[in-house]
């Protein structure tokens, strides 16, 4: 299974930001995906995930700003991020679990397939 991000850049504070996440090697529809970053000496951390019936979750600091979506037909989860700050500046990884049926959770052990990530700058 391969995760290929995209979307990240350069975005002014207050504005929004569309990242991608193409799957390929298998089809996912039944797998919980998620979000992850990791910003510069800081650990990677949660953002947000959805789970095999599109249920979603989200960390704190993402919960009223981000939305995780997926279109399951082109194997493909989205992370809209509005309202960005600095604090949101990290490289952002898509992330697959690899059994299906499984719920998402918080932790990066519990995912088995991660992309290279997309940077996300945010300016002031």
């Known amino acids: 299974v391969q995760l290929v991000e995209s979307g990240g850049g350069m975005v002014q504070a207050g504005g929004s930001v569309r990242l991608s996440c193409v799957a390929s090697?298998?089809?996912?529809?039944?797998?919980?995906m998620g979000w992850f970053r990791q910003a510069l000496g800081k650990e990677r951390e949660f953002v947000a995930a959805i789970d095999w019936n599109d249920r979603p979750m989200y960390a704190d600091s993402a919960r009223g700003r981000f939305t995780i979506s997926r279109d399951i037909a082109e194997n493909t989860q989205y992370l809209q991020m509005n309202s960005v700050t600095s604090e949101d500046t990290a490289v952002y990884y898509c992330?697959?679990?690899?059994?299906?049926?499984?719920?998402?959770?918080?932790?990066?052990?519990?995912?088995?397939?991660w992309g290279r990530g997309t940077q996300v700058t945010v300016s002031s």
């Open positions: 090697g298998r089809t996912l529809g039944r797998n919980a």
């Open positions: 992330a697959a679990v690899g059994a299906i049926y499984l719920n998402p959770t918080t932790s990066v052990d519990s995912y088995d397939y």
